[in-house]
């Protein structure tokens, strides 16, 4: 079963880390801003989830955050202000330093750094790690994904209430990854929001911009989930153990991840796969089964079919919402799927011994939980959204 990590003894420290930058809040008076790129751009604010918010490799600190796409664009637009809630090295968690062993850069209390002091007066990136559509509206629904970074980075706001603070001119909405991912990851154990409700919430979030102002701003497409490398293919597995690359027995690809079975195309979670490769290798030899169909983690087929629905939905409400208004949008599944067609998203994880292992698990765009974006493609994700931003608008901004 996919479960959510627990995070309650953090989110118990984390309010009272949070109560002084509320309190600061509301005697502060904004500094007039500017920007390089034009006035449109002067109060940029970067609305989203994990990946606008930094998150790599199963953690999250003030250095990948600064590597987000929204920390690079902000640059490249030349803003004088874009505050950015850093948590604290080494993180909020850590991130991997091995995605095999599950190690991670450093072992602190809690998992948790907390806040870095001193805290910005108000915040311009204002994306949660987990957050789905219903969370930038409501941190406080049956739906939301609230957890102890929302305390940590909002204070007890939610997205749109920590923006319309800055009157936000230009804004970046990436929402919609986890409204599939847990579903992905859990074989559909967790489940996938529905379009309607998915068109509901989104229509919602626009309709608030709407009324914070905003003069212009660029969506981005919800990521087809199904296509990413922490997901591998059952036969591809069968493969690899047909060639002797998987350890023989005590471990068993069922027949039915063959090429020609009926769960050859389903996908394997790493987090299901490799664990029991590990247990059945030297020198545990604990007798371990990859099932195709049987096994609840395990997406099959018909399953893939329903995400990649949902995410077409999603997109086909992002794109709408983008065109009524004028601004600029990208998909970015078709830049991803043609880096997986040349090989750069591998089909299966660089495992041990491969010299990739530690470096690029899943090849080198993805960090090291094969979900992320690395800082190579936060940079990829930065020129593509320029690009849609200087078609839609006329502008000339550069690339990072």
Same mark, same amino acid.
């Given at each position: 079963m996919y479960r959510r990590p627990n995070w309650s003894h953090v989110l118990r420290v984390g309010? /009272? +880390?949070?109560?002084?930058?509320? +309190?600061a809040c509301d005697d502060e008076v904004l500094n007039p801003p500017t920007a390089d790129a034009g006035a449109m751009f002067v109060r940029y604010v970067a609305i989203g989830n994990s990946i606008t918010a930094g998150f790599q490799s199963g953690g999250i600190n003030e250095n990948t955050q600064l590597e987000s796409y929204a920390s690079l664009l902000a640059e490249q637009?030349?803003?004088?202000?874009f505050h950015v809630p850093l948590l604290a090295f080494p993180g909020c968690p850590p991130p991997y330093s091995?995605?095999?062993?599950?190690?991670?850069?450093?072992?602190?209390?809690?998992?948790?750094?907390?806040?870095?002091?001193?805290t910005a007066e108000f915040l311009n990136n204002v994306a949660v790690p987990e957050a789905g559509v219903i969370d930038v509206l409501d941190n406080l629904d049956d739906?939301? !994904? $609230?957890?102890? @970074?929302?305390? @940590?980075?909002?204070?007890?706001?939610?997205?749109?209430?920590? +923006?319309?603070?800055?009157?936000?001119?230009?804004?970046?909405?990436?929402?919609? !990854?986890?409204?599939?991912?847990? $579903?992905?990851?859990?074989g559909l154990q967790l489940p996938v929001t529905a379009a309607a409700t998915f068109d509901e919430d989104y229509t919602s979030i626009m309709n608030q911009l709407d009324a914070m102002g905003v003069e212009g701003g660029a969506l981005i497409g919800v990521v !087809?989930?199904?296509?990413?490398?922490? =997901?591998?293919?059952?036969?591809?597995?069968?493969?690899?153990?047909?060639?002797?690359? @998987?350890?023989p027995a005590p471990l068993l690809?069922? =027949?039915?991840?063959?090429?020609?079975?009926?769960?050859?195309n389903s996908l394997i979670p790493f987090a299901y796969g490799f664990p029991k490769i590990a247990a059945a290798s030297p020198p545990n030899l604990i007798p371990?089964?990859?099932?195709? /169909?049987?096994?609840a983690e395990v997406l099959t087929p018909t399953e893939i079919q329903t995400v990649a629905t949902a995410v077409a939905s999603y997109n086909a409400t992002i794109s709408t919402a983008a065109s009524g208004r004028g601004w600029a949008y990208w998909d970015p599944n078709p830049t991803f799927d043609s880096l997986r067609a040349v090989g750069e998203i591998p089909l299966f994880p660089n495992a041990p011994p491969s010299p990739l292992s530690l470096t690029e698990p899943f090849g080198p765009w993805l960090s090291l939980d094969g979900v992320h974006p690395n800082a190579a493609a936060h940079v990829l994700i930065a020129d593509h959204v320029i690009d849609a931003i200087n078609t839609t608008y006329g502008t000339d901004i550069d690339h990072p």
């Open positions: 309010l /009272l +880390a949070a109560l002084p930058f509320v +309190a637009f030349g803003v004088s202000e091995n995605i095999f062993t599950q190690e991670r850069i450093a072992t602190i209390p809690n998992d948790c750094a907390l806040r870095k002091a001193p739906r939301s !994904n $609230a957890n102890a @970074l929302t305390t @940590l980075i909002l204070g007890g706001r939610t997205q749109l209430e920590a +923006a319309a603070e800055v009157q936000p001119t230009f804004v970046t909405v990436w929402i919609g !990854n986890n409204d599939v991912l847990g $579903a992905a990851l859990s !087809n989930v199904t296509n990413m490398p922490n =997901l591998s293919a059952g036969q591809v597995y069968w493969g690899l153990q047909a060639q002797g690359l @998987l350890p690809t069922l =027949l039915n991840c063959g090429p020609t079975e009926g769960g050859g371990q089964t990859i099932d195709c /169909l049987g096994d």
